[in-house]
């Protein structure tokens, strides 16, 4: 299909997205309304590139493949992620806590969850590594080891900072990232209009349950590296012309037209980005305050669980329970209530049940960002 001759009308079939419909047609970008939902401005040659794509190799395209291969994708065995930074808001180094596992171990517990006392609907295939977990001091947050069961012995896999509350979103799952060893693994998933990936916390427990394209509900919370009260930050842009084009042909007939230099100001933004260069489940984000509760000695340190929201959604918000240890606090004050936060966060979730593909949260969920 040559992006240089579509017409407005003109259906299309995005190997990532899916079926379409051309919107808009620009000098550089085409606008595109989905029939999943939503709707995308993309520039000529970035589509071209998509559509050469192999459906087995897209998000939506693998799930004409057959469980498992439609929902898990084995990563490089030289694929970094750096578990060692995520202590960084409770002690100095990862070290310190390493040291501590000969007496910490004997008093662990097995982590519970939605997976672990249920029946899951399909089999777990025969090659799937074999693996428990255990955690301490408590099973709602503390200290989480896996450990993968081997004929002769048991032998760590990994051992994390974890928080098993959070805030309750509806999610469609697009596929599930498998580390080497097999029992760790970072899930992306839709979140309303956005995309947004994570680390699974309870992944032995709750894998056989999850499948390309099923909405589930997950409860997500992010562990800040660092917090701090939100600078003003404003700027003026020009916007390309066919993004202004595109943004009027949409507008009611009684607002005023967009213009292609604008003054932006992040106060009251709600953000959640990717960071460039880092693992994909860290963040950073900028977040107006909901609300804030005091918590004390996990693995301890004190600080604050601040629910925040890090997206919006038309007129709803995407909320996130963010916590922030006072060693991880850059600010003189507490946070509170009203104010604009930011910072860095490593993003955790676990599966809280399945949710019902009919429900209106899980129909957000298949939207794609505009």
């Known amino acids: 299909m040559d992006a240089n001759t579509l017409k407005t009308g003109e259906r299309i079939e995005h190997p990532l997205h899916g079926p379409g419909t051309i919107r808009f047609v620009g000098t550089d970008y085409l606008g595109i309304e989905f029939d999943r939902g939503?709707?995308?401005?993309?520039?000529?040659?970035?589509?071209?590139?998509?559509?050469?794509?192999?459906?087995?190799?897209?998000?939506?395209?693998?799930?004409t493949l057959s469980w498992p291969q439609s929902t898990f994708i084995a990563e490089a065995e030289d694929t970094p992620h750096y578990m060692g930074s995520h202590w960084s808001p409770f002690v100095n180094a990862a070290k310190e806590i390493?040291?501590?596992?000969?007496?910490?171990?004997?008093?662990?517990?097995p982590q519970t969850g939605y997976g672990e006392a249920r029946p899951s609907p399909r089999a777990a295939p025969a090659d799937w590594p074999a693996g428990v977990q255990l955690v301490w001091p408590l099973r709602d947050k503390g200290l989480a080891v896996v450990l993968h069961v081997g004929k002769d012995a048991n032998h760590i896999v990994t051992l994390f900072p974890f928080f098993?509350?959070?805030?309750?979103?509806?999610?469609?799952?697009?596929?599930?990232?498998?580390?080497?060893?097999?029992l760790e693994a970072q899930i992306t998933a839709a979140w309303g209009e956005g995309e947004v990936s994570f680390f699974d916390t309870q992944y032995p427990i709750n894998r056989a349950w999850y499948e390309a394209g099923g909405s589930y509900e997950f409860l997500l919370a992010g562990l800040a590296y660092d917090a701090r009260p939100a600078e003003h930050r404003e700027f003026t842009i020009n916007r390309h012309p066919d993004e202004v084009a595109w943004m009027n042909s949409r507008l009611p007939d009684d607002e005023e037209p967009h213009t292609?230099?604008?003054?932006?100001?992040?106060?009251?933004?709600?953000?959640?980005?990717?960071?460039?260069?880092?693992?994909?489940?860290d963040h950073q984000f900028r977040a107006p305050v909901k609300t804030v509760e005091e918590f004390t000695d996990w693995l301890g340190q004190d600080g604050w669980r601040v629910r925040a929201a890090v997206m919006r959604f038309g007129d709803e918000d995407g909320d996130l329970d963010i916590l922030i240890t006072r060693r991880a606090w850059k600010g003189d004050a507490p946070?509170?209530?009203?104010?604009?936060?930011?910072g860095q966060l490593w993003l955790q979730g676990r599966l809280w049940m399945p949710s019902e593909p009919s429900s209106a949260a899980a129909r957000r969920g298949q939207g794609i960002g505009r």
């Open 164 to 182: 098993a509350g959070g805030s309750q979103q509806a999610l469609v799952l697009h596929e599930v990232r498998v580390w080497q060893g097999g």
């Open 38 to 63: 939503g709707e995308a401005l993309i520039r000529r040659e970035v589509f071209a590139h998509s559509m050469t794509q192999t459906p087995s190799t897209t998000k939506h395209g693998r799930r």
């Open 335 to 342: 946070p509170r209530v009203g104010q604009d936060i930011e």
């Open 98 to 109: 390493l040291m501590r596992l000969p007496e910490l171990l004997p008093l662990a517990m």
């Open 260 to 281: 292609a230099a604008t003054t932006v100001s992040f106060d009251g933004a709600a953000m959640l980005l990717p960071i460039e260069g880092w693992d994909i489940d």
